[in-house]
């Protein structure tokens, strides 16, 4: 190595150079010190420029301010099929890349179906080269602490193109992909850092931030997200009304739909009146069911999702929880969210049989009329969070809550003093 440097000086002494070093990466500040002396005996003149997708390492290795990038205008249209082509072209959001990569796909091509099936399929989904857009991507992903890794795999799950709340984010990180050794530090604390770090890779785009800085809500670029479902494969699905098929490994499942008028699941989810099918999805770990206003009950053939960990329910104004006997076979549920549920007085007796022994995680907000919560609760050995919010006619909570080692967080509860 020793060699190696001497032989650097003599090619640069007293020349003036340009040195471009593309698409860095390491964020070692030691490293970039002891390169920047072997670069510095040169003559005056000679310009070194850094192209990276790491805020750190323009932090690190800058002199000047960084210059942003911005993605390409729509000006650069293929020459025939402009009409598909300009919709590919805002598929690709502005990334150079990307648009090289399926240009590549559609070059000599001139058959209008061969141009609608690249428009019309995810980009994850179409083979490609290791020097076209996804095999790049995936170098900044293969970059990220393992801890990163894990919840950026996660973003299947939030919806690709619209404005995400901050706290959507964390929230679900927070059950069960947030990694901490010290109890005393919040989970929002180290879901927040998370965030911020995603955020300086350039995960995230069109930040809304309020008037002190404070980062309100993003958007996960459409190429953001299809790197993310391509490195989850088949275990995080983000399912469009008009799937039909749902893989058997799936286990993070989100359905969203405009009009979930209908009073029960999509059959291909959870099939009422075949409910041997369930067993399709006994991998499944997440499921989240919300802004389902016609929704009444759920479906006994949910007690099939034995692997089910989270179960987060919020915004189904007629969804009535009461002697359901499904949740008595939800043998492996870590978390649950109950929120925005005006028809819930109390929680489901089913509940008592599995979840004093597998229940970490518990949160009910805005239940406008919920009167008890269940005498076992205390009893939930493994509880760490315990979170009552926005529920007015609470008026006491089992004795010896306060006596688990679970932290208690009570907002919003006037008759509880919280």
């Given amino acids: 190595m020793d ?60 002199t000047v301010p960084p210059y942003y990038l911005r993605g390409l205008g729509q000006d650069n249209l293929f020459p025939n099929l402009v009409e598909i082509g300009k919709e590919i072209v805002k598929k690709c959001g502005g990334v150079p890349l990307a648009v090289k990569t399926l240009g590549r796909l559609l070059y000599m091509k001139t058959d209008k179906n061969e141009w609608l099936q690249i428009r019309d399929n995810e980009i994850w989904e179409i083979e490609q080269n290791k020097s076209d857009i996804l095999p790049i991507l995936r170098l900044s992903y293969e970059q990220m602490p393992s801890h990163l890794r894990q919840c950026f795999a996660y973003c299947p799950m939030l919806p690709k193109g619209q404005e995400i709340p901050r706290e959507d984010f964390i929230n679900r990180w927070a059950q069960g992909f947030i990694q901490s050794s010290n109890r005393n530090r919040k989970l929002e604390d180290i879901g927040n850092q998370y965030f911020d770090e995603l955020l300086s890779r350039f995960c995230f785009l069109d930040v809304v931030q309020a008037f002190d800085g404070e980062i309100l809500a993003c958007k996960i670029h459409n190429l953001v997200h299809d790197l993310a479902q391509s490195v989850s494969g088949a275990e995080c699905l983000n399912v469009k009304p008009n799937a039909f098929v749902v893989s058997e490994r799936v286990r993070h499942l989100f359905f969203h739909a405009e009009d979930m008028s209908r009073k029960y699941f999509p059959r291909f989810l959870l099939p009422l009146h075949k409910p041997e099918l369930v067993q399709h999805f006994t991998a499944l770990r997440l499921l989240r069911i919300y802004e389902c206003p016609s929704l009444c009950s759920l479906p006994s053939s949910i007690r099939y999702l034995t692997s089910l960990e989270k179960l987060w329910i919020w915004n189904c104004e007629e969804l009535d929880l009461i002697d359901r006997e499904g949740m008595s076979g939800l043998t492996s549920l870590q978390s649950l969210l109950l929120m925005g549920l005006p028809t819930l007085v109390t929680l489901p007796l089913e509940l008592k049989d599995t979840a004093p022994t597998t229940l970490k995680y518990f949160r009910i907000a805005d239940c406008p009329y919920l009167v008890e919560l269940p005498e076992w609760l205390p009893n939930c050995s493994s509880l760490q969070r315990l979170y009552i919010e926005d529920c007015p006619v609470l008026a006491s909570i089992p004795q010896g809550i306060y006596n688990h080692n679970a932290n208690v967080h009570i907002i919003d509860c006037p008759l509880l003093g919280g």
């Fill in 3 to 62: 060699q190696l440097q001497g032989c650097l000086g003599e090619v640069l002494q007293q020349k003036r150079y340009l040195l471009v070093l593309d698409d860095v990466w390491n964020e070692d500040q030691h490293k970039w010190t002891d390169m920047r002396e072997l670069l510095m005996n040169c003559s005056r003149g000679s310009k070194i420029v850094v192209t990276t997708r790491s805020k750190m390492v323009a932090l690190i290795t800058g």
